[in-house]
Nanobody, 124 residues
């Protein structure tokens, strides 16, 4: 089992930046791929980014490529999401999740443990 806790969300102006953190505990962190998902009002939860167990592989949604960066520090049991050049359409609740799968999975069903989510709001 893995306990996942996100932090770093907030209100920012369009074009600004945020850095989200996701701290995990309970089992060996390096045994899990980690992913970020987001859900906007009235929309289904969608994939944002993922990173493999040792950080060697990453996946990004087309809508965030070139703007967001996922990384992990296994010594700190933490995964990060750097959000740059933010747009109003990035507004959503961002959730972190852990997966026992190999690689960097893109679908929610591949993830086993989920955090509570953190709100990101981008004003125009």
């Amino acid at each position: 089992q893995v306990h996942v806790v996100e932090s770093g969300g907030g209100l920012v102006q369009a074009g600004g930046s945020l850095k989200l953190s996701c701290a995990a505990s309970g089992r060996t962190f390096s045994n899990y791929a980690m992913g970020w998902f987001r859900q906007a009002p009235g929309k289904e939860r969608g994939f944002v980014a993922a990173v493999s167990r040792r950080g060697g592989a990453t996946s990004y949604a087309d809508s965030v490529k070139g703007r967001f960066t996922i990384s992990r520090d296994n010594a700190k049991n933490t995964v990060y999401l750097q959000l740059n050049s933010l747009k109003p359409e990035d507004t959503a609740v961002y959730s972190c999740a852990a997966s026992v799968r190999v690689g960097a999975p893109l679908i929610p069903a591949s993830y086993d443990y989920w955090g509570q989510g953190t709100q990101v709001t981008v004003s125009s």
